[in-house]
């Protein structure tokens, strides 16, 4: 008699441990699955931001919105094409700055943002694999000769920067 009770005791035993380790691999196997066939493919799931600037076109203008540059400066509309080759979409607002290349500081102001968003709330949303021009106005120093533009969008710091040779003006 004492033998049939072993035998019953050992079996929920292993019934509780057949149950626990069908437990364990429910809840591990689909992440390893997913991590694999990730791996295999070459994809992430990670939200990975990847903004480029590819193109700048710039115009002189004599004012921004009744805002004159001060003596010795330019005021400088900059139309900054930017292309989204992130995962996610992103938001442009102030994520596009510049500089003089002699490193004089001047005013810089966020302005219209292109039609190539899908957001119709907020044109700034550029959605992953569009691009998009974003317009920035600049006071500019006479004397300098370049601008370098910056995003802080990019995995590698050396595609964060562009550097815009300023086209030969006459006043």
Do not use: Q
């Given at each position: 008699m004492e033998k049939k009770k072993n035998r019953g005791i050992s079996f929920v035993?292993?019934?509780?441990?057949?149950?626990?380790?069908?437990?364990?691999?429910?809840n591990i196997l689909p992440a390893l699955i997913g991590a694999w066939n990730g791996f295999r493919s070459g994809q992430s799931d990670e939200n990975v931001s990847d903004v480029r600037i590819v193109d700048v076109s710039s115009q002189v203008v004599?004012?921004?919105?009744?805002?004159?540059?001060?003596?010795?400066?330019?005021?400088?509309?900059?139309?900054?094409?930017?292309?989204?080759?992130?995962?996610?979409?992103?938001?442009?607002a102030y994520a596009v700055y510049l500089r003089s290349g002699d490193g004089v500081a001047f005013q810089q102001t966020d302005s219209a943002y292109t039609d190539a968003s899908r957001n119709v709330t907020d044109s700034r949303i550029v959605p992953r694999g569009r691009s998009s021009v974003i317009t920035l106005y600049g006071e500019v120093s006479e004397e300098s000769t370049t601008v370098?533009?910056?995003t802080y969008y990019t995995p590698d710091s050396e595609d964060a920067v562009y550097m815009y040779e300023l086209p030969e003006t006459t006043v």
């Open positions: 035993k292993y019934f509780i441990l057949i149950v626990i380790v069908i437990n364990v691999l429910a004599t004012d921004y919105e009744g805002y004159t540059p001060i003596e010795g400066y330019r005021m400088y509309r900059f139309d900054v094409t930017v292309n989204n080759m992130g995962s996610r979409d992103e938001d442009m370098e533009f910056y």
